[in-house]
């Protein structure tokens, strides 16, 4: 299997390239160019192609052959990154290809999610003070969710709880809306949220779906598991 990584040298793209080449599967990754160092750990297993995640030329260069596409959608900057980065994979990636993506859970797909108060509050000003200082457009990376939901390519959009670092401690679960009582711990080991994303790649069950994660070994998710 041969899978593109776009924000390969980011915390989550880098657990996602180790757990890719653990499987063995063929690996191009794509980074900011300032980022390429990030990576040194896997250069020689993999091809790195520097430069921004929505420049148009360099997704379908990266995308091209692949079987998978795992985005790391951030919502950086306020020129449409999430959303171009987004539009690029789905136009220029193989029809059959699979497309994951990451996001957190203030991305809902049928608008029932039921969010806490204190959780809308502090997304509320996460917003205004990312606009301000205009470093982060969480505005764009609903935009970015709208039109990956609109379209026919075989995407899952993996929404993420809280995450910790630590070693891993197997598969997340899943469940569709954010207040189901399986997922009330909030926590995930960002290699395990990596360890989905790859793991979707062949979960056809998946495909089409937003699946809100939990670490399979929270309070929640063993009260709650079957
Ligand atoms: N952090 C959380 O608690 C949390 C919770 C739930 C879901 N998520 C989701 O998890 C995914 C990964 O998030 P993360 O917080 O763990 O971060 P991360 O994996 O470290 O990823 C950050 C990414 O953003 C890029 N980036 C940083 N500054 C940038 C800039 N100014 N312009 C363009 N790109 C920039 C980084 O690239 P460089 O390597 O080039 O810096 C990297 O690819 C995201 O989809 C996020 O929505 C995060």
Known sequence: MKVCVVGA?????????????ELGYEVVGVC????????????????????STNERELIKQAVEGCDGVLTVLVPWGVQQYSSG???AVMDFAKPDARLI???????????????????????????????FFRAIE???QV???????????????????DLEEGESQGLPVWSQH???????SNKTRRIDFA????????????????????????????????
């Open 9 to 21: 040298s980011g915390k989550l793209g880098k657990y996602m390239v180790q757990h890719c080449l």
């Open 32 to 51: 900011r160019e300032k980022s390429v160092a990030k990576l040194a750990d896997f250069k020689d297993k993999m091809t790195i192609l520097p430069g």
């Open 85 to 87: 980065t987004a539009q």
């Open 101 to 131: 993506f990451s996001c957190g859970w203030h991305i809902t797909r049928d608008n029932k999610d039921v969010y806490s108060t204190m959780f809308k509050v502090v997304l509320s000003i996460a917003g205004r003070l990312g606009r």
């Open 138 to 140: 969480i505005d764009d």
């Open 143 to 161: 935009e970015a969710c709208r039109r990956i939901f609109e379209s026919d390519t075989k995407w899952t959009v993996v929404r993420g709880s």
């Open 178 to 184: 954010v207040q189901d009582p399986i997922l009330e």
């Open 195 to 226: 360890l989905f994303m790859v793991d979707a790649l062949v979960k056809d069950d998946l495909i089409q779906e937003a699946p809100a994660i939990v670490g399979c070994q929270t309070p929640s998710a063993l009260k709650y598991s079957s």
